[in-house]
């Protein structure tokens, strides 16, 4: 009996223990990369989520970082004060400005529709993965958001009194305006906005986001406002109206313009919460209105959040983490959380979405995601899905050939189904190789083959390879194009994967070809130098050269976004053929070192990101990997707003930070291995997907004197392992990779 009441007083110890350990979720810190230019926002979003509800607080002079007066790509920055609304629609961690549409703000007293003395100073600020809160301090009103993948929900608590809720449709991020709205009862509004240009550019495709907005309390008075242009010419003498701002109230037919919004009016005899509930759809107002229905099915806003959290904790705990600090564990799951909001849904909750190209409604059966920054994300964020969320990266592959059968291109920058052609090379071809050689085959690999030789054989009209022509004749850009030396490496790049993929699909001749095509870098290798230099037309050096210009984003002949030193070794294919042209090992090492002694290296930007993991290729310095990779997590990943080195790049920088905090790289995108250094946490878990493998879990663990972190010894499976590089197949069967390092 003594016994058995032993055991269950073990167990209920035991219970007590796992009740108190966090979930993966309650370590997201979404205020992680709100400063130092990180672009992410604290605002609520489902996994994935079309929708999000973000604090707009980058509008006014009250503010130190104004959208109107710098480039600027985020709708919420720390620092700022002054808060103007929550926007629904909103891009995160991106380099350029766009969405941030349809804004909701609570007011209290008199009506006012100006953003700029409506707007309000703001407190007592909460985030969690699906949820924020704040209180406005002019108005004492209590403020909540959450929301599902189409549907963003707010909850207001407002005091006793004369009350509003305005919609506004003229601020936001995007450079587009134009937008209509419409009362449809007194409890609901729906409307369209324009977004577009992203980064200033293609004002021709401009695209409507469609929104219905449904209030759980009746409006007691209501309305619509409009802010024309001022005229001031001769005109401007018969207009009484010129330029002011015309309220009216009670009207009910759709009204269009540029500074447009509607409100609805309360008077509470008792301090009050209402909900607002906003569906969104880049088809119709008909499918946001069901997008709404749908997914909220009349479930009130706890009922939401807490489904919402639930999704992310699931996600979230595919990687469970054991040992290191509370702030390590907080970095790591938030960086988890950033890689899990782009690519983002893009169709309804019927399947429908608009094609690339025409915007006719087409229809998916699984999702059509969007939002593919692939000269960032190639790098690590989709090789990341392939390991964790297969079905998610099997899905977004799918996605990427829809949008070839729609336009007849692969994707480059596509943004809710248009094209930006923002940034060089043509990396989609290299997520398809990686994808397909890692085990995810459930697409049509034929259909990726033919798509991505396009890109790289067309000669004429050719949107993806600008420059095509002289790069295939010469083997390499000149200074004629734009970023020739690094836009020739991106290329390159592209063409390894396509020779990788063509090897595979037993393709012989394409292989030779795309295989020779993928080392014209070395034409551009300057061996005084021991660096990759421009050249003229005529064959010639470009004079006079400067190896530093092109940092922090300045202005450079050859690069783009970099400079010499932070391209010179951006050939991740081909890392043994540099050491051979740089004259060995010996003087590989050294010119790599220089990359970091002399502060070339850019942890903020891709080009360079893989430099830490590349001293493994040398026998005898991998140390020095380990170290750098220590300390660059040490130096620019922290559990505060500026704890992002800078821009996230749609979670390409939170990708390097996972990878680097479990002990693993994947240094050569579109090949199926990775790197190893020394984990950050003491274990590590992955869930693997049955579905695509053959393993149930891939573990990582790390024994030894963490201070000194070198590694003494790598194990497989118990066994000793050699090798600083490891196949993916080899982990996806279900390993146990051991890190021991040095006493």
Not at 149 to 178: A, D, H, M, Q
Request: hydrophobic share 35%.
């Amino acid at each position: 009996m003594r016994i058995k009441l032993f055991i269950l007083f073990l167990l209920g110890i035991k219970g007590v223990f796992n009740a108190q350990q966090q979930q993966q979720v309650e370590y997201v810190n979404p205020f992680i990369g709100t400063s130092n230019f990180g672009a992410t926002n604290p605002g609520a979003i489902a996994p994935r989520g079309m929708v999000s509800v973000s604090p707009f607080n980058v509008s006014g002079k009250q503010n130190s970082l104004e959208k109107d007066s710098r480039w600027l790509s985020n709708p919420y920055v720390n620092e700022n004060t002054f808060l103007t609304g929550f926007s629904h629609v909103n891009l995160s961690g991106v380099g350029c400005p766009d969405l941030g549409v349809v804004l909701l703000m609570p007011t209290t007293g008199a009506l006012e529709t100006n953003h700029l003395k409506y707007g309000s100073t703001y407190t007592k600020e909460t985030a969690k993965a699906g949820y924020y809160s704040t209180v406005l301090e002019k108005y004492d009103i209590k403020v909540e958001t959450t929301a599902t993948t189409r549907i963003g929900v707010s909850r207001y608590r407002f005091p006793k009194g004369e009350s509003n809720i305005l919609l506004n449709l003229g601020l936001g991020l995007t450079n587009e305006e134009g937008a209509s709205v419409k009362v449809v009862s007194l409890t609901e509004i729906e409307g369209i906005r324009t977004v577009g240009s992203f980064c200033y550019y293609k004002p021709e495709e401009a695209y409507p986001v469609y929104f219905v907005a449904k209030f759980s309390k009746p409006a007691e008075d209501f309305g619509v406002w409009k802010t024309p242009n001022k005229y001031n010419g001769v005109e401007a003498k018969w207009m009484p109206y010129n330029g002011k701002t015309r309220i009216k109230k009670g009207y009910r037919k759709e009204v269009v313009g540029d500074s447009i919004g509607a409100y609805f009016k309360y008077n509470f005899s008792k301090p009050t919460e209402v909900e607002v509930k906003i569906g969104v759809s880049y088809v119709s107002i008909e499918n946001a209105r069901e997008n709404l229905e749908k997914e909220t099915q009349n479930l009130a806003f706890d009922d939401i959040y807490k489904a919402t959290s639930s999704h992310w904790n699931n996600l979230l705990s595919k990687i469970k983490v054991e040992g290191g600090t509370k702030d390590d564990k907080t970095i790591f799951y938030t960086a988890l959380y950033h890689t899990l909001i782009h690519p983002n849904t893009l169709n309804d909750f019927n399947g429908e979405y608009p094609s690339m190209a025409t915007r006719e409604t087409l229809k998916t059966k699984g999702t059509r995601f969007t939002v593919f920054s692939f000269w960032d994300t190639y790098r690590n964020l989709h090789s990341l899905m392939s390991l964790v969320y297969p079905k998610q990266q099997s899905n977004m592959v799918k996605s990427m050939l829809n949008i070839y059968d729609e336009s007849g291109w692969l994707p480059k920058w596509e943004l809710n189904s248009t094209e930006t052609t923002t940034m060089v090379g043509d990396p989609a071809g290299i997520v398809l190789t990686d994808t397909y050689l890692k085990g995810i085959k459930d697409f049509d690999v034929e259909k990726a083959y033919k798509a991505m030789r396009k890109s790289a054989t067309l000669i004429e009209n050719n949107p993806l390879r600008p420059g095509i022509k002289e790069y295939v004749e010469t083997g390499y850009l000149t200074t004629k194009n734009t970023g020739s030396v690094s836009t020739t490496q991106e290329y390159n790049i592209s063409d390894y994967s396509i020779a990788l993929l063509a090897k595979s699909l037993g393709k012989k001749e394409d292989y030779k070809r795309f295989i020779k095509q993928s080392l014209t870098y070395r034409n551009l290798y300057d061996k005084d130098l021991r660096l990759l230099r421009p050249k003229n037309t005529d064959g010639s050096w470009y004079e006079p050269f400067d190896p530093l210009q092109g940092a922090d984003f300045e202005k450079s002949i050859g690069f783009i976004e970099g400079n010499a030193w932070q391209y010179a070794f951006m050939v991740s294919h081909d890392i043994k053929g540099l050491i051979k042209l740089m004259g060995g090992k010996k003087q590989f090492t050294n010119q790599l070192e220089k990359v970091f002694d002399n502060n070339q290296f850019d942890m903020a930007n891709e080009p360079d990101i893989g430099y830490p993991y590349l001293f493994n290729y040398v026998k005898g310095e991998e140390w020095r990997s380990q170290k750098k990779v220590k300390e660059l997590i040490a130096k620019y990943f922290k559990n505060t707003p500026d704890g992002l080195p800078g821009n996230d790049d749609t979670g390409t920088m939170s990708a390097w930070l996972i990878y680097s905090m479990i002990g693993i790289y994947p240094i050569s995108p579109g090949e199926p291995f990775y790197t190893i250094t020394a984990p950050i946490f003491d274990k590590i878990t992955i869930e693997l997907d049955s579905n695509y493998y053959s393993g149930k879990q891939l573990i990582i663990t790390k024994k030894g004197n963490a201070d000194k972190g070198f590694i003494d010894k790598i194990q497989v499976n118990n066994k000793i392992y050699k090798k600083y590089f490891i196949d993916h197949k080899d982990l996806v069967e279900g390993a146990t990779l051991n890190i021991i390092l040095k006493e």
